[in-house]
């Protein structure tokens, strides 16, 4: 029974991404699987112009439910209750936790089934279940997987990406009593299948993430593509659905835009095989389904974002991963190296309202501001805009009132004394001509050795003249 | 931030040169092709002597103070409603797109950014779109590979005006390279704060370019020149090669002299 990790993300993160970077096997991984991605998301979205209308109605529907956050959380509440199903809101991971184990509780429950939830990842529930005795058992082949192996996922929508089939082959047969060494996937995924089969019919309590929770109708939307997720939310007696308040929409025919965004974008797929549409637990007249139903919402830090009228886009996410799988950072360290639930650019623009500012001021920095991930959000989060905010914050004088949480806390004096120094040369022409004048003329003096960028680059050396002594003596001619 | 559809003015008699800082001290040659590109046209070119930086180190480190002390200085810096060329997309971009978020609130600068955003030029699209640039092609045949700095083709679509005045050059081809639109790994100071990252996608940029056949690389930004360049030299030194495997230069001075200079 192993205690929550808790993550200090920007300890280590350069350490984390130097090794990951240095590792031939988990970079040329990536790597395809990355390119794979793109390819297959690319030719779901053949025209450009359709897919700006997409992404334009799908930020709307997403900005339009945040604007209207409480009055729609309350709405959603309503119906769900009498839908009959049971809401419960948490604060913090913890209240997250408890709440499940008050259910567990109740109804004496041994064993859980989970599809996949990033939310149960960001509390820690797994953890906390076996503390108290309950098995969780993921039920997502990947989620399988990397809960086998005892690591967390490393993708938000393909957990187990950073896997090699060998290695899967290795971990299936040290772990899985009886199962001898195999690379066929095929027969791979048949021993996973088998083992899983068996745990949902044993199943207390069958938990699940919501891709969208529709207010007008009280109805949790759920997409998957193994089936697993179908049978956690309808085989146990009990079904759990966790997740963050931002998930919430208006209308329930709002989902069909955001659905064929959603597989597009995410694994290149034009629809996910499973979609769940969840209303209730099974009625008298009803053959199966739950004989209850629960929905955790969770806050950990989601308010702060929405409190701020910039921040607040980050909820607009609809966890499709395409930020990541663009990600030229992402692609050469992984998602461990972030040390955070949610990695790559997604995640260094939430992550910091989970943990703090400060906790997470290294990954608002560990990206080129490139802009692909803005390229492909489909719901047109301004992802570099974000992180230049948070680089902001991060580096903010301390104490402003209301001010986001850590902020200020990375603020570095030598940083910011280059930086005011910085400023006053660039703000000052005569200054300014001065410095790169004496640059110029010394530029023998100039060192070999410049930090960090002639570790594996040649050194910068000044012009012998500038472009401005350059155009005075085309003048003079 | 996609980059927008804009209308072009009629070619013009003067233009101002933002030559930005990386230019100005490390890479004058690239100022001085642009600006004898864009005199052989006859636009007279007007360097404000007061110019630095666009201020987007600062801007994009978390020092939005330091970075508007030295943007409002540049704003002050092009009285006539002359067309602004810069020779970065990069820059062009900052100047365009973020000084008016940066002045976001200022009854007084706010207006003015926008003013001098609607007047800012990357090189490149000031070549196609108002000059309408056709020059003989009079080199040798070459093949060489493009690479457009991110913020030159997400802010100001800048892979495409590259592209059409490469097109334009009737003995050069165009290589083809794996993900041309992939990050360099330069990101300002990302290339510093995140060493280890950023050498892992700059040598793959390298080694994508050599692959493909070209025998230079041309770019209209030479933040992205600086980083690809300085990688491939010191990987040939490393391999004790004295001939550069990648040779590179700013489309600028490539055009400059494929069209023959004061010939062309």
Same mark, same amino acid.
């Given at each position: 029974? /192993? ?77 769900? #209750?009498?839908?009959?199903?049971? #809401?419960? $809101? ?48 993921? +039920? ?67 938990? /699940? ?28 007696? #009990? ?100 040390? +955070? ?70 603020? /570095? ?8 120094? $910085? ?12 410095? +790169? $004048? ?7 003096? +100039? ?5 960090? $960028? ?24 | ?27 004058? *040659? ?7 590109? %864009? ?32 943007? !409002?200085?540049?704003? *002050?810096?092009?009285? *006539? ?23 976001? &609130? ?9 003013? %001098? ?48 005045? %490469?097109?334009?050059?009737? *003995? ?43 025998? !230079? ?12 360049? &300085? ?16 040779? &590179? ?16």
């Amino acid at each position: 029974m /192993s205690e929550p990790i808790h993550f200090q993300p920007t300890t280590g993160f350069a350490e984390r991404a130097r090794a990951a970077a240095g590792d031939p096997a988990l970079r040329r991984g990536f790597r395809g699987a990355m390119d794979f991605l793109q390819a297959k998301r690319l030719a779901q979205f053949p025209d450009a112009g359709d897919l700006a209308t997409l992404r334009d109605l799908g930020a709307a529907i997403r900005r339009h439910a945040l604007e209207n956050l409480p009055q729609l959380l309350e709405q959603l509440e309503a119906k769900l #209750v009498a839908n009959g199903v049971q #809401v419960h $809101w948490a604060e913090t991971p913890a209240q997250a936790n408890a709440i499940v184990l008050d259910i567990a509780h109740r109804i004496d429950a041994k064993r859980m089934v989970k599809g996949k939830s990033m939310v149960s990842e960001e509390v820690g529930l797994n953890h906390a279940m076996e503390a108290a005795g309950i098995e969780a058992m993921e +039920t997502d082949m990947g989620e399988y997987i990397v809960q086998l192996a005892g690591e967390g996922p490393s993708h938000i929508i393909m957990p187990a990406i950073h896997k090699t089939k060998q290695q899967i082959a290795e971990l299936f047969a040290a772990r899985l009593p009886g199962v001898e060494y195999t690379e066929n996937v095929d027969e791979l995924i048949r021993i996973g299948r088998e083992v899983l089969r068996r745990k949902f019919a044993a199943a207390d309590i069958g938990l /699940s993430g919501v891709n969208f929770a529709a207010a007008d109708t009280g109805t949790l939307c759920l997409v998957e593509n193994e089936g697993n997720g179908r049978m956690c939310t309808t085989v146990p007696r #009990v079904h759990i659905a966790i997740t963050g308040i931002e998930k919430v929409i208006a209308r329930l025919d709002h989902v069909p835009l955001l659905n064929t965004l959603l597989p597009r974008s995410a694994t290149g797929q034009a629809v996910e095989t499973y979609q769940n549409f969840i209303s209730g637990p099974r009625q008298p007249d009803e053959l199966d389904g739950p004989d209850e139903v629960h929905l955790i919402l969770l806050d950990n830090g989601r308010s702060q974002a929405h409190a701020d009228l910039q921040l607040r886009a980050t909820l607009q996410c609809i966890r499709c991963g395409a930020c990541m799988n663009h990600c030229p950072v992402y692609a050469r360290i992984g998602g461990h190296a972030y040390g +955070t639930t949610y990695p790559g650019p997604i995640g260094a623009i939430i992550s910091p309202h989970l943990l703090g500012i400060g906790a997470t001021a290294a990954l608002a920095t560990a990206s080129t501001l490139c802009g692909a991930c803005n390229e492909v959000c489909p719901v047109r989060i301004p992802i570099t805009e974000i992180l230049i905010r948070l680089r902001n914050e991060a580096q903010a004088r301390p104490a402003a009132v209301g001010a986001l949480r850590g902020a200020g806390e990375a603020r /570095s004096a030598l940083v910011s004394t280059i930086f005011r120094a $910085w400023a006053a040369v660039y703000s000052h022409p005569a200054l300014y001509r001065l410095v +790169t $004048w004496a640059m110029s003329r010394g530029r023998g003096l +100039t060192p070999r050795t410049q930090g960090a $960028w002639t570790g594996i680059r040649t050194p910068l050396i000044p012009a012998r003249k500038r472009l401005r002594d350059l155009l005075a003596e085309r003048r003079r001619q | 931030m996609a980059h927008d559809t804009r209308s072009y003015p009629q070619k013009p008699a003067d233009a101002y040169l933002f030559a930005t800082c990386l230019v100005d001290q490390f890479a004058p *040659e690239a100022g001085l092709d642009a600006v004898r590109l %864009l005199e052989r046209e006859g636009i007279a070119i007007h360097f404000p002597e007061q110019q630095t930086c666009c201020g987007q180190p600062a801007y994009t480190s978390g020092y939005p103070d330091e970075a508007r002390a030295v943007a !409002r200085r540049q704003i *002050e810096l092009f009285p *006539e409603a002359w067309p602004v060329i810069v020779p970065s997309g990069s820059c062009a971009a900052m100047m365009r797109h973020h000084y008016p978020k940066l002045f976001a &609130g200022d009854p007084v600068l706010e207006p003015k950014a926008r003013a %001098l955003g609607e007047r800012i030029f990357e090189l490149t699209e000031f070549l196609v779109h108002v000059v309408g640039f056709r020059r003989e092609d009079r080199g040798e045949p070459c093949t060489v590979a493009l690479h457009t700095s991110c913020h030159a083709r997400r802010e100001m679509g800048a892979h495409e005006t590259s592209a059409a005045l %490469l097109a334009g050059l009737a *003995e050069v081809t165009v290589a083809q390279q794996a993900r041309a639109e992939e990050c360099c790994g330069f990101g300002g100071t990302f290339a510093i704060r995140h060493p280890a990252i950023s050498e892992a996608i700059v040598s793959d940029k390298v080694a994508s370019l050599v692959d493909s056949g070209a025998s !230079r690389v041309v770019s209209a930004d030479c933040g992205c020149l600086f980083n690809i360049l &300085g990688r491939a030299e010191h990987i040939d030194r490393a391999a004790g090669r004295g001939e550069p495997s990648l040779p &590179g230069e700013h489309l600028a001075s490539f055009l400059w002299r494929r069209t023959a200079g004061e010939q062309g």
